[in-house]
């Protein structure tokens, strides 16, 4: 998958981690979104067996969306660990966020009560992982 | 695809009992709900057994993976009133032109979220039929700690039945009454003076008959895991696993575990 041209435009800065490194604690607070520009992210949550690779992202994917269209917190739902060098690319949360406040009040419903619904399936797959 | 041109339908609001079913998986469906009041409980099929993966109450949405899909595929999953509910049905034609101007990057964000809750709701689903053949495996040890392990599996009932060793004579009928029942097994009590010269013990098998609803006998065949004495005095407890159903009985019972 390559990066959307239109997802580029929105990119404010690069940055750069090295394999295993933590891009976003689980817990954390924060609501900033990266776009992989190379390389490749997990997403690994904490359970009661101990930590869950939940997806595997790459270049195109986004890293923190969750956080951001959540409307209860942005706490972070999830950890982002890098698997092998990665590249990101920082996006214009100021930019990012006004566009989408004026998005109509269904489509801002429809599309956080999805993130809502991901939030709480993953924390029930987590949660049913024992040992 | 829905046109968007030309007039587009009202919000409807609709009532539903506890029980209907409101979004059926498999079927192609375009609207989208947004639950006024009542709980709203999310379902997936895996194996003839519903799994549900949510509950969904008051504000919250029902019905928008496949708007967000692009109406293309089938409903992902099943939806059915956990009780009585008032939704508001929305029509996709209010949505699709603002969703088609919304910028690209929006778009990414949800269908990637929409990936990834697919896939959570998958792994719930193979998690739980895991766990459920792990608990009939041990049906002795986690009877005793049923309240912690089984709240969801395992349905506290009290229906009469009558059951046969399968080796018996077709007509006979010994009383019994059904106090749990799952998708994979049941426990029942039965009154040794009402035995006449049977003993069960533990490997024997049982046909067993009773119904869910009025006039509607279900039958099943089930074979004894454990046998003990029960408080009052005559009275023996029998633990069971299912080892046979016909399809639309399963059906029956699915329904009827429905929490």
């Known amino acids: ?131 | 695809m829905t046109k968007t041109k030309g007039k587009i339908p009202p919000v409807v609001t609709l009532n539903y009992s506890k029980t209907d079913l409101i979004i059926k998986e498999g079927d192609y469906g375009v609207s989208i709900y947004e639950v006024i009041s009542g709980k709203v409980g999310i379902f997936v099929e895996s194996g003839g057994a519903e799994i549900r993966v949510a509950i969904l109450g008051p504000g919250m949405i029902v019905g928008e993976m496949a708007f967000i899909s692009g109406n293309t595929s089938t409903r992902s999953a099943s939806a059915r009133a956990l009780e009585n509910c008032c939704l508001e049905v929305w029509h996709p034609a209010m949505l699709l032109d603002a969703y088609k101007q919304m910028p690209d990057i929006l778009r990414l964000i949800a269908g990637q979220a929409l990936k990834l809750i697919v896939r959570m709701n998958k792994m719930v689903v193979g998690l739980s039929l895991k766990q459920e053949q792990l608990q009939d495996s041990q049906t002795q040890k986690l009877s005793d700690q049923r309240d912690d392990n089984r709240k969801f599996y395992r349905k506290m009932v009290s229906l009469e039945c009558v059951f046969r060793p399968v080796n018996s004579p077709e007509d006979l009928e010994l009383p019994g009454r059904i106090r749990d029942i799952s998708k994979r097994g049941l426990g029942m009590t039965v009154k040794t003076s009402r035995l006449f010269n049977y003993i069960l013990i533990p490997g024997d098998e049982l046909f067993i008959s009773t119904y869910f609803v009025p006039d509607q006998t279900v039958n099943m065949t089930a074979k004894i895991i454990w046998l003990k004495k029960g408080e009052t005095d005559g009275a023996i407890s029998l633990g069971m696993v299912l080892t046979h159903m016909d399809p639309d009985d399963r059906k029956r019972l699915g329904f009827f575990l429905m929490p």
């Open chain 1, 1 to 131: 998958m390559t990066v959307n041209s239109q997802v580029l435009g929105y990119i404010v800065s690069e940055e750069r981690f090295s394999d295993k490194s933590v891009i976003i604690k689980e817990g954390s607070i924060g609501d900033w979104v990266y776009v992989i520009l190379k390389g490749r992210v997990k997403i690994k949550k904490q359970t009661s067996g101990g930590l869950l690779t939940i997806d595997i992202l790459s270049e195109g994917n986004f890293v923190g969306e969750m956080a951001m269209l959540k409307q209860s917190n942005s706490t972070r739902t999830a950890s982002a660990v890098a698997d092998g060098p990665v590249v990101l690319g920082l996006l214009d949360s100021v930019r990012l966020l006004q566009e989408w406040e004026a998005q109509p009040a269904r489509i801002k419903k429809l599309i956080s009560n999805l993130i809502q619904n991901l939030e709480e399936a993953t924390k029930k797959a987590a949660d049913m992982i024992v040992e």
